[in-house]
């Protein structure tokens, strides 16, 4: 098993084993590893403050956890952890209040008084007899067991763990008893327990290791996460009367943080498609809105606006073939929430993505409210293709279990999946890279061909924009490690954007992630690429700055 443990004692955070024993999706119980140190008021102070912070964040939401200190504890260190603990357990009306059990304390106190004692009566006696070598001789071996005492019976640290693995591997540890903290949580079996064990796994990706990678504390907390969940928020799809837009409406009705779902179109028949949707037995209120002139009605106070509307493609066409339509769109659209929801944060899905997102930054510069960390374009599809094909490859029978970066753009031969940084780690043949990134490349012009003209690629394309939605409102709610693919204002390559994993918060894109290292394969292959993206991008530029 991984886990990232956070060591308020220390004031550092650090890698560490546990011995663990789980029964899946109902609990887990973790030993942690232990690192001597002296008590003292500063770490006190440290200890309390790492309760109040596992106090405000809920990324499993036990319903129930008890902790239970075995090591011998100073009386202030004691009474801190008793005021800690008090404010975690107000917090939950479930917190099961702890018991600070030191078995051993108060033997090896007992015990260090009567060898005490009898070591002070053996001296005089010898001092007394004369034999003053003998003397010598019990003072070093008392000095050598007070040593070997202090290295193995050091007082307690206080950790919080998040757990990557529900069916982990045991790994033993050499912690001492008398300085074990067990942490036990017991889960409520409940239909989102996957997603809390995802977002767990979450805060230890990415892989990446480069200057641009984001920091440990970044992938236990976030940058901003802290404070309450959010889950009352506002979603406009723009375009929601087409092949992507009907499908991703449903699905974002089906999304338990969307309080209000508001569909638009040019089409009327946007209208029938919000009844439609609305029948989906889920909390969130439908709006429909048609026409240039409910555009403003539907855009005002929005906190995630979506853009799928466009063309689709049809056998033959690349993505650019589609930039003489879908660029007038996206950069309509884009100056209407520019007036209407300036601070929300923006999905683009309209293709070429490399294209159309370039447009929407240089509208909304023009208007004075551009914030790179709240304009996206969704690059999901690239990540799902790309589990699934590898998944398929290696004979992996669940392709969510494993992960594969997809960096670069959205079209193309700009889409290169770093099969270098799977995880779990997975070993390819030269053929298998050349032949997985080609497919991976073309995904989009395979369905095309196998519709025979009839649609693209417009349901997997759904399931992208709502998975990366789900992850844009879980960041803006508070949740911390919330990682996702996306093509974003970057200076990660000599691209002014560029798609790599970025750390999701409550202002948006909160860290672009690097590239890690790559193969010589994927350098080739990024070196390849540039001149390709390069050009798209500025195209988008010189559209948005000519109009």
């Known amino acids: 098993m991984r886990y990232a443990a956070f060591d308020p004692l220390s004031t550092h955070v650090r890698q560490a084993k546990i011995t663990s024993s789980v029964s899946p999706l109902s609990q887990s119980i973790c030993s942690i590893e232990h690192v001597p140190h002296r008590p003292s008021r500063q770490k006190s102070s440290a200890t309390s403050s790492a309760f109040a912070a596992l106090a405000s964040v809920n990324t499993f939401s036990p319903a129930r956890a008890v902790v239970s200190i075995t090591s011998p504890v100073a009386p202030s260190m004691n009474r801190t952890l008793t005021r800690s603990l008090a404010r975690l357990r107000s ?77 982990p591997r045991v790994r033993s540890t050499s912690s001492h008893p008398c300085a074990s903290f067990l942490l036990r949580m017991v889960h409520t079996p409940s239909s989102d327990v996957g997603r809390r064990i995802a977002v767990a796994r979450a805060h230890v990706a990415p892989s990446s290791t480069n200057a641009n990678a984001p920091s440990v504390l970044d992938r236990l907390f976030g940058a901003s996460a802290r404070g309450s969940a959010r889950s009352d928020f506002t979603v406009a799809v723009l375009g929601a009367a087409g092949g992507i837009g009907q499908t991703l409406s449903v699905m974002m009705k089906q999304n ?100 159309t997102v370039p447009i929407a930054a240089e509208v909304f510069k023009r208007r004075g409210t551009y914030d790179k960390r709240k304009l996206c374009g969704v690059t999901t599809l690239d990540v799902m293709r790309a589990k699934t094909f590898v998944a398929h490859a290696k004979g992996l029978g669940d392709p969510q279990k494993i992960d594969v970066p997809v ?127 390069m050009q798209s991008i500025q195209k988008g530029v010189d559209f948005a700055r000519a109009s």
């Open 91 to 167: 917090s939950s009306s479930s917190f099961v209040s702890p018991s600070f059990a030191s078995p051993f304390a108060r033997a090896r106190v007992l015990v260090g008084v009567f060898v005490g004692v009898l070591v002070g009566v053996l001296v005089l006696v010898l001092v007394v007899a004369g034999v003053l070598e003998l003397v010598l001789v019990l003072l070093v071996v008392v000095v050598v067991v007070i040593a070997l005492d202090s290295s193995i019976s050091s007082p307690h640290k206080i950790s919080f763990v998040y757990l990557s693995d529900v069916t």
């Open 256 to 355: 338990p943080r969307v309080m209000t779902l508001r569909l638009y179109d040019v089409a009327e028949v946007v209208r029938g498609v919000a009844v439609d949707v609305s029948h989906v037995n889920t909390r969130a209120k439908v709006e429909a809105f048609a026409g240039d002139d409910e555009l403003a009605s539907c855009l005002r106070d929005c906190d995630l606006v979506i853009i799928p509307a466009g063309v689709p493609r049809k056998p033959g066409m690349s993505r650019d073939d589609l930039f003489g339509v879908n660029a007038g769109i996206v950069r309509r659209l884009c100056d209407a929430i520019a007036t209407h929801c300036p601070r929300a944060m923006v999905n683009i899905i309209s293709n070429p993505v490399n294209s």
């Open 407 to 533: 960096i670069g753009g959205h079209a193309g031969a700009t889409i290169l999946p770093l099969l270098s940084q799977t995880a779990p780690k997975l070993a390819f043949a030269e053929s298998e890279i050349e032949s997985l990134t080609k497919r991976i490349q073309n995904g989009g012009t395979e369905v095309v061909e196998a519709k025979g003209g009839a649609g693209s690629a417009t349901l997997s394309m759904a399931a992208a924009a709502a998975e990366f939605a789900d992850a844009c409102l879980r960041g803006l709610s508070g949740e911390s490690g919330v990682w996702a693919c996306a093509f974003v204002d970057s200076a990660v390559t000599q691209a002014p954007f560029f798609a790599t994993k970025v750390l999701l918060g409550k202002q948006g894109i909160e860290r672009v992630g690097g590239m890690g290292e790559l193969s010589a394969f994927e350098k080739r292959a990024l070196d390849a690429m540039m001149p390709e993206l």
